[in-house]
């Protein structure tokens, strides 16, 4: 194990069923909210789908041993709510569940530790049909799906992650409406934001009822650390607006301190329906917090940017990836700020890469040398953390595979490994073969 990561610390890759899997209408799958919105006509930038994105439906025993080869000690998977129930809710598909416990199966036959995340963003249609997140029966039906997928799989798998990022969720999906399912509201996006967290609650209260004790439970939430663009109050005010929008809409209900004050004064009239014991089920004791960390954000006050009057500025000192700013010491920032802030007990960095131009060239390798720098850097920031006293217990590079890259379609790439879309085959980057050396101890930093 290299250092200074302890001789425990989990080394994964993840990924998430509607952008790798296919498949969308095989083992009696129903319908999502992506199938539906990538039909919306300049929905997907390249007018693409989630079928057969890297087909691991068929081709999940090739990517488990890939994992194998690669030294993963875990992988980061989410379950397809509509694989399990078609219709979100009612008869579940026992065809879709046979296919997870093949899944599970096949990876600890291979030494690799299932994380399962239950939700990352495919809400079956049908509950949309019925008003989505902004119903507060979705939240029911999810605690029903969270007991079906444990009572099958709960035997083998030990940890378990609610919710992948509700940030995008309520806000890409309900307030900016470029991710599914497409709506632009305010109102209807808080309101969403509190069933999801609602729904989180109560799976964390089904887990606890149907899992073994020593199951791991957690929720991935996304972030962005914030700074201000000048040292000037107007600035200053601006950056913990957005950290309230952002991060602490989501991150002090977990913690059992109720939404910011601040935020729910700004947001007024708009400020979700919640009854008065939900925010003591959306506080339920969990064993880790996720963290994906991408890259931070600095904003300048815009008065002229309602609500949160906010303008997003470009720090034009950062290096880029395809659509981001480097910035790796906003991971350290955000888990020291975790760490010294809030009580949660452990963390994991549960997706945290890069998307860069690259191809195979002409010796069939895939030169990603933007990639190897930026997981180099990024590693080198957890180990600072972990040096610091944060309990950090494990890494997922985001992603094992090139794939859909939701409303980007696959226009960019995120993987360590090169997926050739129309044939299907897959060719480790160089970025998973230093990974792979890094893990054994070989790569330094």
Same mark, same amino acid.
């Given at each position: ?12 890759? %993840? ?79 026992? %065809? ?8 599970? @199966? ?48 709960? @035997? ?121 014991? @939900? ?53 350290? @920032? ?112």
């Amino acid at each position: 194990m290299p250092e200074p990561f302890p001789s425990d610390f989990v080394w994964g890759a %993840a990924t998430s069923a509607y952008q790798i899997e296919g498949a969308v209408r095989e083992g009696g799958r129903g319908e999502s909210i992506w199938d539906r919105f990538a039909q919306v006509p300049g929905a997907i930038e390249d007018g693409s789908s989630g079928d057969p994105a890297c087909d691991h439906y068929h081709r999940f025993g090739q990517d488990v041993q890939l994992m194998a080869d690669l030294g993963l000690g875990a992988y980061s998977f989410s379950v397809a709510w509509p694989r399990v129930l078609p219709r979100g809710r009612g008869a579940v598909n026992n %065809a879709g569940l046979d296919y997870y416990s093949r899944l599970v @199966d096949a990876l600890l036959a291979a030494g690799i530790t299932p994380h399962l995340k239950l939700y990352h963003w495919d809400l079956p249609q049908a509950l949309q049909g019925w008003g989505g997140w902004d119903n507060r029966d979705t939240a029911k039906a999810f605690a029903d799906y969270t007991e079906a997928v444990a009572r099958r799989l709960g @035997d083998r798998v030990s940890h378990w992650t609610t919710h992948v990022e509700p940030w995008c969720v309520a806000f890409l999906g309900h307030y900016f409406g470029i991710h599914a399912p497409g709506i632009r509201d305010l109102d209807t996006a808080l309101q969403a934001t509190h069933h999801l967290l609602l729904s989180h609650g109560w799976g964390v209260q089904v887990l606890r009822d149907w899992l073994p004790v020593e199951v791991q439970v957690g929720i991935g939430l996304n972030f962005e650390p914030t700074y201000p663009a000048r040292d000037r109050e107007a600035d200053l005010a601006a950056a913990r607006r957005y950290d309230g929008f952002f991060q602490r809409w989501f991150l002090d209900p977990l913690a059992g301190r109720g939404y910011p004050e601040e935020m729910w004064d700004l947001y007024g009239p708009a400020v979700p329906e919640m009854e008065p014991e @939900d925010l003591d089920v959306v506080a339920q004791r969990i064993d880790f917090l996720g963290v994906n960390y991408y890259n931070s954000a600095t904003v300048a006050d815009d008065p002229g940017a309602e609500p949160l009057r906010v303008r997003r500025v470009p720090n034009p000192d950062r290096e880029r990836t395809a659509d981001r700013e480097i910035s790796p010491e906003g991971l350290n @920032d955000i888990l020291m700020r975790l760490y010294q802030e809030y009580e949660f007990p452990a963390f994991y960095i549960t997706e945290n890469g890069a998307a860069f131009e690259e191809r195979p060239s002409g010796d069939g390798a895939v030169h990603d040398e933007g990639r190897c720098r930026f997981l180099q850097a990024h590693i080198a920031q957890a180990a600072r953390a972990l040096e610091q006293g944060v309990p950090l217990r494990g890494y997922f590079c985001w992603s094992l595979l090139d794939n859909f890259e939701w409303s980007k379609g696959y226009t960019i790439r995120y993987g360590i490994t090169y997926v050739d879309y129309a044939t299907q085959t897959r060719t480790l980057k160089d970025s998973a073969l230093w990974y792979r050396d890094f893990i054994q101890g070989v790569a330094p930093l």
